[in-house]
């Protein structure tokens, strides 16, 4: 039953960048095999005796989740509509309980978690062949089934309904993954595959033209560079620096074709140092006053989970304090905690020098970028951004069990 449930767990993870494919609200069909995986595992270990109290102490976000839910319970009747509040606590609920011990409930070998890793980073890299196809062209060959479009007020790309941030996190989480697996004894030809994803990857993170993905993108290589280091206690200089080589004159040939496109997109990363020439930054700070504001006067109860944007106008970019001001000061606490969890695995991997395992070690920094990326964003629900930190926490936790060998 846990090899059945495997293969349900490897088609919610392919099927995770297109979590706007929903089966009903925003219950998505990756939801849907990932809580299939769950039902089966569970089963599994009841039919193996395995104690709800073994169960509940070994996930680490239940202490986490159970304060924000006091936040939530004594909040939701302040909100406009109680049951938008309802089913955004569900989707949390989802994400740490759900999903957490459909993961959890498995045997993980690093070979699994490389070719989870791997496959989702390809699936990713076809999505952006597609925008960046749309890009040229105009037109949209997957025949509507990617939802790409332009806009928001520039030429903007983006897939699913989705944000072009939330695509730019996307794409950027996989960058790691392709670099770690070209540089971990890999063929020439797989390094050259990689190489292409990779640039592809770039360039839609570019065509999305979101501060917040760039700013991702630049922490995920810093840490990149300082993690594989620590792992491997030297470097690959001729991989690095051929790398480096061909993205250059890759992304050089780029620019120098659509030069009017990136010098829009450069323009706009430049206001990350200067807030005054972007209308939309403005707006954002302001927004930030009116919720610090709001909190001052209410900081222990909040306005109800979903309800923020009802009172501020458009929603607060940044997930712990949309938690304090929706759900009060246990939310605050709570959704932290989700936070300070990943970190101190992260710490406890590096200290540890990831524990010899190359998977830590890249699960690390995609969960660095995860968390740098929920600073700038509006909500935290979106299951393709949470699923490899999860997959972090709990592969780092067998390990330190001594479940698994590593």
Not at 300 to 310: A, D, F, M, P, R
Request: glycine share 4%; charged share 10%.
């Amino acid at each position: 039953m846990i090899s059945i449930s495997k293969i349900f767990l490897l088609f919610a993870i392919i099927l995770l960048p297109f979590n706007y494919l929903n089966v009903i609200y925003n219950f998505s069909i990756s939801d849907l095999f990932f809580t299939i995986a769950f039902i089966l595992a569970v089963a599994f270990q009841i039919n193996h005796r395995i104690s709800l109290k073994y169960l509940i102490s070994n996930n680490d976000f239940m202490l986490p989740i159970v304060i924000y839910s006091i936040g939530f319970f004594i909040s939701v009747h302040y909100a406009f509509s109680p049951l938008d509040s309802v089913l955004s606590y569900f989707q949390i609920i989802f994400i740490f309980i759900v999903i957490y011990y459909a993961l959890y409930l498995q045997t993980l070998s690093s070979f699994f978690i490389k070719y989870l890793l791997y496959t989702l980073s390809l699936i990713s890299g076809v999505i952006t062949l597609g925008i960046f196809i749309f890009f040229i062209t105009g037109i949209d060959y997957s025949y509507g089934l990617l939802l790409v479009e332009q806009g928001w007020g520039m030429i903007r790309f983006s897939y699913g309904a989705m944000e072009p941030n939330i695509t730019a996190r996307i794409m950027a989480q996989s960058i790691p993954i392709l670099m770690f697996i070209s540089l971990d004894k890999s063929s020439y030809l797989l390094k050259i595959i990689n190489l292409v994803f990779i640039i592809l990857l770039l360039a839609v993170i570019i065509l999305t033209a979101s501060r917040s993905g760039f700013l991702i993108l630049l922490i995920g290589l810093i840490s990149f560079l300082i993690f594989y280091y620590k792992y491997t206690q030297s470097y690959n200089l001729f991989y690095i620096i051929l790398y480096l080589f061909c993205l250059s004159i890759v992304l050089f040939f780029i620019y120098n074709s659509f030069p009017s496109f990136f010098e829009n997109s450069f323009s706009r990363y430049t206001t990350i140092f200067d807030a005054t020439r972007s209308a939309s930054s403005q707006e954002r700070l302001l927004v930030l006053n009116k919720s610090f504001e709001l909190i001052n006067n209410n900081p222990y109860l909040g306005y109800g989970l979903s309800n923020s944007q009802n009172i501020t106008g458009i929603a607060v970019h940044n997930s712990i304090i949309i938690s304090w001001l929706e759900n009060g000061l246990f939310g605050l606490i709570g959704y932290s905690m989700l936070y300070f969890v990943i970190i101190f695995y992260v710490f406890k991997a590096y200290t540890n020098n990831f524990y010899g395992n190359g998977v830590i070690m890249v699960l690390s920094v995609i969960s660095i970028m995860m968390i740098s990326g929920d600073m700038f964003m509006a909500n935290s629900y979106k299951r393709s951004l949470w699923v490899p930190a999860i997959l972090f926490v709990v592969y780092s936790r067998q390990i330190l069990n001594k479940k698994i060998n590593i």
